[in-house]
């Protein structure tokens, strides 16, 4: 049996999902094990940057039709909600997931940290440029 493992978030207003991540047709056996990659996906990637937006995992067979799937919010996972019952006994878990904010550059400026900036310009012929050599020509 050939499925694919796919990640989407909710479309605000209606009942569908954007896809964020899918794997390719994988052959799986009994009983498919997806470990996933690690992938750092944004806020906004995961969930429109809404913690209780609802998030979709689920998984696709080759006719391109829903087999299992299980909802979840970001908010629920931040929360240690890790382990979630699918159809048909299925079971998915989450492990080492980790919720972190990336700092931005003003961030860091923000926290005392400095910056030094130093600048510099070749008035030398060698960048190319025969006329800003160091002898000075009159034309008059």
Known sequence: MSVRFEIGR???GTDKFAEIF???MLKQKENPDFTIPKNIFS?????NSDENAQIRFSVWNKNN???NSICTTASQLMNGSHSYDGKAGSICVFKNFKAFERPTFLDYLRAGWQISVVTAIDYTASNGNPSSSSSLHYLG
């Open 10 to 12: 909710a479309i605000p």
């Open 65 to 67: 039709t829903m087999i």
């Open 43 to 47: 806020f906004t990637q995961l969930c």
């Open 22 to 24: 899918a794997t390719k």
